[in-house]
C-alpha cells in the first residue's frame, strides 16, 4: 500500500476526496465524468488520480458497463487522523463551567458545598458516570471536528 500522506499531498487527489466525501454523506457515488464536471479538471487527470486513490484504497470503483463509480472508503484515513491529533490537541484546553439546574432552569446549589459525602443515590451515580464518559468521547470528536475545520482553514 503506498504511503497515504504522499497519496493525499497532491491537492488534485484532495479535491477528488472531497467531491467523493460529499457524495458518501449522502450514500451516493460519483462517475468520472461527474468529478471532472465538478472539479473542472480533465479526464485524464482525474482518471490518473483515481488510480492512486484506488491503489491506496482510498476508493473504491464499480463497473457498470462503460461507466465507472467511485465511492470514498474512509477507513484508511483514520490512520492519518491517529497520527494527527495528538499534534492539533497539544495546548487545546477546554474549561468547564458546572451549574446544577432543576427541571425548570432554576439555579441549584453546588452539592458539594453542602458537605454531603453522598450526592447522588448509587443508580444515579451510576448514570452520571455513564452520562460522564458519553461527554467525554463527545468532547473528543468535538476536538476532532475542529482540528479537522483549522486543516480546511
Do not use: C, W
Not at 450514500?27 to 465524468?33: P, T
Not at 490512520?79 to 497539544?90: K, R, T
Amino acid at each position: 500500500m503506498p504511503d497515504i500522506f504522499g497519496v493525499i499531498a497532491d491537492a488534485n487527489r484532495r479535491d477528488i476526496l472531497q467531491v467523493l466525501l460529499q457524495r458518501h454523506e449522502r450514500g451516493d457515488e460519483a462517475s468520472v465524468s461527474e468529478i471532472v464536471t465538478e472539479l473542472e479538471i480533465s479526464q485524464p487527470t482525474v482518471s490518473k488520480h483515481l488510480k492512486v486513490l484506488r491503489d491506496a484504497e482510498l476508493v473504491t470503483v464499480r463497473e457498470e458497463g462503460q461507466h465507472r463509480y467511485y465511492s470514498l472508503d474512509p477507513e484508511p484515513l483514520e490512520m492519518i487522523e491517529d497520527f494527527v491529533i495528538p499534534f492539533l490537541s497539544v495546548g487545546f484546553e477546554t474549561e468547564v463551567t458546572v451549574e446544577y439546574r432543576d427541571e425548570h432552569g432554576n439555579m441549584l446549589p453546588d452539592p458539594d458545598a453542602t458537605g454531603d459525602d453522598e450526592v447522588l443515590p448509587e443508580e444515579a451515580a451510576a448514570a452520571a458516570g455513564r452520562i460522564g464518559r458519553a461527554a467525554a468521547i463527545a468532547e473528543h470528536r468535538v476536538k476532532e471536528l475542529v482540528a479537522r475545520f483549522r486543516l480546511r482553514g
